[in-house]
């Protein structure tokens, strides 16, 4: 799915419908990253109502405000708007946090110094997120300047969100979430390269 995305966003004769396409590939990889993981205990089951709310909720603070990660307001592609925030983005702030969770759990360190380098993983991934973010109407910034601000909101939006995950009693492995995050990393990155090339 995101192999084609990549290809589909490019060309100008389907970009429009590939953008159609992008709630539906969220939805798909966040229930496969979902089906692979094998501890449905209570605990986790609040990890993903807390992740999903607090994702969601900060997004709405921060379009309405500005002052949590700069202005900026959302495109159509990531589909319908609540508050001015498409829901989706919940699950996304769910599922990137789960994946840097489960790559982050593996290091013989903390949960304090895992929770660290998962953000950290959050904000490389982000920062390749938003150059491309506006041309493919995820969302725009205003006057097309993506502030420093947005990548320390990031990294600590994350890591509270991470600190519980590591803290909270359930397993911390899926072997398809390492592949899911270099999948949309490789995405980000592969569209910004091919944005240098028109």
């Known amino acids: 799915m995101h192999?084609?995305?990549?290809?589909?966003l490019q060309l100008p004769v389907s970009k429009a419908y590939f953008q159609l396409l992008v709630p539906f590939n969220l939805v798909i990889s966040a229930g496969l990253l979902l089906l692979f993981h094998s501890h449905w205990n209570r605990p986790f089951l609040s990890f993903c109502a807390l992740a999903f709310l607090v994702g969601y909720g900060v997004e709405v603070a921060g379009v309405s405000s500005g002052?949590?990660?700069?202005?900026y307001r959302y495109g159509k592609a990531l589909g319908p708007h609540l508050l001015s925030v498409p829901?989706?983005?919940g699950l996304n702030w769910l599922a990137l946090?789960?994946?840097?969770?489960?790559?982050?759990?593996?290091?013989p360190a903390t949960?304090?110094?895992?929770?660290t380098a998962g953000a950290f993983l959050m904000v490389v991934l982000d920062f390749f997120i938003e150059p491309?973010?506006?041309?493919?109407d995820f969302w725009h910034w205003q006057n097309n300047r993506i502030p420093l601000q947005n990548y320390l909101a990031w990294f600590v939006v994350a890591w509270v969100l991470l600190a519980g995950f590591h803290a909270l009693p359930f397993r911390k492995t899926n072997r398809l979430a390492p592949f899911l995050y270099t999948?949309?990393?490789?995405f980000f990155v592969l569209n910004q390269l091919a944005g240098f090339l028109k």
């Open 3 to 8: 192999l084609a995305g990549l290809v589909g």
């Open 183 to 186: 999948a949309q990393l490789l």
């Open 132 to 136: 491309v973010a506006s041309p493919l």
């Open 97 to 107: 946090v789960y994946c840097t969770g489960v790559m982050s759990a593996t290091l």
């Open 87 to 89: 829901p989706l983005i």
């Open 67 to 71: 002052l949590i990660f700069g202005h």
């Open 111 to 115: 949960r304090w110094a895992r929770a």
